[in-house]
T-cell receptor, first 115, second 115 residues
Framework: AQSVAQPEDQVNVAEGNPLTVKCTYS??????LFWYVQYPNRGLQFLLK??????LVKGSYGFEAEFNKSQTSFHLKKPSALVSDSALYFC?????????????FGKGNQVVVIP | GAVVSQHPSWVICKSGTSVKIECRSL??????MFWYRQFPKQSLMLMAT?????????EQGVEKDKFLINHASLTLSTLTVTSAHPEDSSFYIC???????????FGPGTRLTVL
C-alpha cells in the first residue's frame, strides 16, 4: 500500500526566506505525487503534481517541488515565503498502476510565515 | 475548470437525524468520486470510493449502513449520514476525478455538527 511521511508538524519561516516542506513516499509501482494546500475550514487546493518527465515541477503561487527517486522524496519549496502562505500543506501519493486511483495523504504540515 | 462544489457548506442537526451532503463536479464528468473525513488539525481519511453507476467501495472500518453513498450520475455523488450522533461531527470533503490518470479535484468541504 502507498504511504506518505511528512516528518515535521510545523514549519516556521520568516517572511522573505526560503520555505521547504518535506515529504517522502512509499509505493509498489510508480508514484504519482501531489501537493495540496488547505486554508481554515476550506477544502484542498491543488498546488502541483509529478507524474513523469522533469524532476523539477513548478506549480501555483510560486511553489515548486523536486522529485527524487533515489531518496523517495518530493519536497515542496518556495524561494521567498509570504505571510499569506501560512496554511496547512498536504503531500499525497498515488501508487500507479496499483491503488485504484486512491490517494494516500501525509499528516500535513502547518506552515507559519512570520512577518 | 475542474470545479467541485459541495452542499451544504455547513449543517447542524440533532442526534438521530439523517443528513445528506451533495458533491457536484461543475465542469467535467467525474467517473470516480471520493469521500473523505477530516478531524481538526489532522489529515484526510478516505471513507469510500464511488464509481458512477456502481456500488461504493468502503475503506476498512467505515460502516456502509451508516454512511450511504450514491453516485447516480457523472456529476453528482451524495453522502448520507444516517442516524447521526455527536461522534459523527466532522469536516467531510469530497473529491472528483475523471479517467484513470487525472488528479483529484476537491470540494470546499462540509462542516457537520451533531448536537
Amino acid at each position: 500500500a502507498q504511504s506518505v511521511a511528512q516528518p515535521e508538524d510545523q514549519v516556521n519561516v520568516a517572511e522573505g526566506n526560503p520555505l521547504t516542506v518535506k515529504c517522502t513516499y512509499s509505493v509498489s509501482g510508480n508514484p504519482y505525487l501531489f501537493w495540496y494546500v488547505q486554508y481554515p475550514n476550506r477544502g484542498l487546493q491543488f498546488l502541483l503534481k509529478y507524474i513523469t518527465g522533469d524532476n523539477l515541477v513548478k506549480g501555483s503561487y510560486g511553489f515548486e517541488a523536486e522529485f527524487n527517486k533515489s531518496q523517495t522524496s518530493f519536497h515542496l519549496k518556495k524561494p521567498s515565503a509570504l505571510v499569506s502562505d501560512s496554511a496547512l500543506y498536504f503531500c499525497a501519493v498515488r501508487d500507479f498502476p496499483y491503488g485504484n486511483n486512491r490517494l494516500a495523504f501525509g499528516k500535513g504540515n502547518q506552515v507559519v510565515v512570520i512577518p | 475548470g475542474a470545479v467541485v462544489s459541495q452542499h451544504p457548506s455547513w449543517v447542524i442537526c440533532k442526534s438521530g437525524t439523517s443528513v445528506k451532503i451533495e458533491c457536484r463536479s461543475l465542469d467535467f464528468q467525474a467517473t470516480t468520486m471520493f469521500w473523505y473525513r477530516q478531524f481538526p488539525k489532522q489529515s484526510l481519511m478516505l471513507m469510500a470510493t464511488s464509481n458512477e453507476g456502481s456500488k461504493a467501495t468502503y475503506e476498512q472500518g467505515v460502516e456502509k449502513d451508516k454512511f450511504l453513498i450514491n453516485h447516480a450520475s457523472l456529476t453528482l455523488s451524495t453522502l448520507t449520514v444516517t442516524s447521526a450522533h455527536p461522534e459523527d461531527s466532522s469536516f467531510y470533503i469530497c473529491s472528483a476525478a475523471s479517467g484513470s490518470y487525472n488528479e483529484q479535484f476537491f470540494g470546499p468541504g462540509t462542516r457537520l455538527t451533531v448536537l
